[in-house]
């Protein structure tokens, strides 16, 4: 296995690189063509690395792909998840490359999908063609690769539901997540759910002259940036009514294993060039990022935002909201409550809307599942070093769809990194992971194997 992975490492990261090439952003419908090319190049891959069935499924939106390899139905069935659309790369003049034109600097894939997901989910690719190239798979995969992960993923569940005897399996693998440090390998024992809001603000019916009508007419602007900063009290809490009531606290034991692993609050400041943290008072730097639910806005925008100056006192202002939510509160209970809240809040002199945009579930792996044991004997096999069990900040929403569709349990084995700058420009993902996820991956499969005999 290691000599036909170290024969073959120039070839993988080239294809690699010929797939971040291809600007499949489901967000934008100018890229719908491009999200296509990016479904027929998975499919090729899977195809080429010796899948029994390869194929395009469409859906409403943009296509699955599926594929597998079944060696023998009494073998336990391994089910990888990933997605091959990417985040929009604006701003551009902020990339110190073009996102779309991958190149290597310090021993680091600069790209738009480097790390989230193309270059995780293609290691599974590129694993399952050395197992099948070595005649070492030692159970059976199928592959699903959606192009809608980054929007919500509105079409999976219908598929997921209408192909539960496809999807058949003994648990979902997927690596689109972090590890703590290259040489701290960990697993991600839980996912953080997600509310995620539009909001509209009007005013007047019309564009106004800010010195004609300013100081009389509600400005939409003004009053959106007070309505958000309502949100959250002097310590960090969010003013929701009712926002908290599902929140299950951590026990102090649980407390403590988390915060066992390491962490320097100097060099994360560090990282990203800040003086300070905050967060929720009472709790940690990685326990906000982590175990309690937040509100940030993602955007905002309203009035003049071109070159030089336009006095106008605006009709309308907008805000994107999201909600990262934890274990046992529901995201479509969370949105109503925020909806009402925010309604509430508005002065008389505005008026306000809010759409739902998207959102998904929290979710907790069993840690002692066969698979969650087989991840943690791979990883230990592969760094030399126990991993350490971590609580993700981010969202995928479809493991808990995952669990209630398919009946099945989720191991979160990534290989990426949190300086990644996933959704941000100069995207990136370190050669060492690319490499190390192929070979990992492989000691998954033999451990999950064993361990469900």
């Given at each position: 296995?290691?000599?036909?992975?170290?024969?073959?490492?120039?070839?993988?990261?080239?294809?690699?690189?010929?797939?971040?090439?291809?600007?499949?952003?489901?967000?934008?419908?100018?890229?719908?063509?491009?999200?296509?090319?990016?479904?027929?190049?998975?499919?090729?891959?899977?195809?080429?690395?010796?899948?029994?069935?390869?194929?395009?499924?469409?859906?409403?939106?943009?296509?699955?792909?599926?594929?597998?390899?079944?060696?023998?139905?009494?073998?336990?069935?391994?089910?990888?998840?990933?997605?091959?659309?990417?985040?929009?790369?604006?701003?551009?003049?902020?990339?110190?490359?073009?996102?779309?034109?991958?190149?290597?600097?310090?021993?680091?894939?600069?790209?738009?999908?480097s790390a989230d997901d193309k270059g995780q989910f293609f290691m599974h690719v590129k694993a399952f063609e050395a197992m099948m190239a070595t005649d070492s798979l030692p159970c059976n995969v199928k592959f699903m690769i959606e192009g809608e992960e980054e929007v919500g993923s509105d079409n999976l569940g219908t598929f997921v539901a209408e192909n539960r005897e496809k999807l058949k399996a003994d648990v979902i693998l997927i690596s689109d997540t972090a590890m703590i440090a290259n040489d701290v390998p960990s697993i991600d024992?839980?996912?953080?759910?997600?509310?995620?809001?539009?909001?509209?603000?009007?005013?007047?019916?019309?564009?106004?002259?800010?010195?004609?009508?300013?100081?009389?007419?509600?400005?939409?602007?003004?009053?959106?940036?007070?309505?958000?900063?309502?949100l959250h009290d002097e310590n960090g809490h969010i003013t929701i009514p009712n926002f908290y009531d599902d929140?299950?606290?951590?026990?102090?034991?649980?407390?403590?294993?988390?915060?066992?692993?390491?962490?320097?609050?100097?060099?994360?400041?560090?990282?990203?060039?800040?003086?300070?943290?905050?967060?929720?008072?009472?709790?940690t730097t990685r326990e906000r990022a982590s175990i309690r639910p937040t509100l940030d806005c993602n955007g905002i925008w309203g009035g003049y935002i071109g070159e030089g100056a336009k006095t106008v006192l605006p009709s309308k202002a907008y805000a994107k909201i999201s909600m990262r939510l934890v274990p046992n509160q529901d995201w479509n209970k969370i949105t109503e409550l925020f909806s009402k809240h925010f309604l509430s809040i508005a002065p008389k002199s505005v008026k306000v809307k809010v759409t739902p945009h998207h959102g998904g579930q929290p979710y907790l792996t069993p840690l002692e599942s066969a698979a969650y044991k087989a991840a943690e004997a791979a990883l230990a096999e592969s760094f030399g070093k126990k991993p350490v069990p971590t609580r993700g900040g981010g969202s995928i929403p479809i493991v808990a769809l995952f669990e209630k569709e398919l009946g099945l349990k989720t191991v979160l084995m990534g290989f990426g990194l949190d300086s990644d700058s996933i959704h941000s420009p100069n995207e990136h993902y370190g050669l060492f992971n690319f490499y190390k996820g192929i070979e990992t991956i492989p000691l998954f499969f033999k451990h999950f194997a064993e361990l469900s005999k």
């Open positions: 296995m290691q000599d036909y992975l170290e024969a073959n490492k120039g070839r993988f990261l080239d294809e690699l690189l010929d797939l971040l090439r291809i600007p499949s952003v489901s967000a934008d419908s100018k890229f719908k063509g491009d999200v296509r090319k990016a479904a027929e190049f998975v499919r090729e891959s899977l195809e080429k690395a010796g899948a029994d069935v390869a194929e395009i499924h469409e859906t409403k939106g943009h296509p699955i792909v599926y594929g597998e390899k079944i060696v023998d139905a009494s073998k336990p069935t391994v089910l990888v998840y990933g997605h091959y659309d990417v985040q929009p790369a604006d701003p551009y003049e902020l990339w110190t490359s073009p996102p779309f034109e991958p190149v290597i600097k310090d021993e680091k894939i600069y790209a738009r999908g024992t839980g996912l953080r759910g997600l509310s995620y809001v539009e909001v509209e603000v009007t005013g007047p019916n019309r564009d106004l002259h800010s010195g004609v009508y300013g100081g009389a007419v509600a400005n939409p602007i003004n009053a959106l940036a007070k309505m958000i900063a309502s929140v299950i606290e951590l026990s102090a034991e649980e407390r403590a294993m988390l915060e066992a692993a390491p962490f320097e609050l100097e060099e994360y400041k560090s990282d990203l060039a800040i003086e300070d943290v905050q967060g929720e008072a009472g709790y």
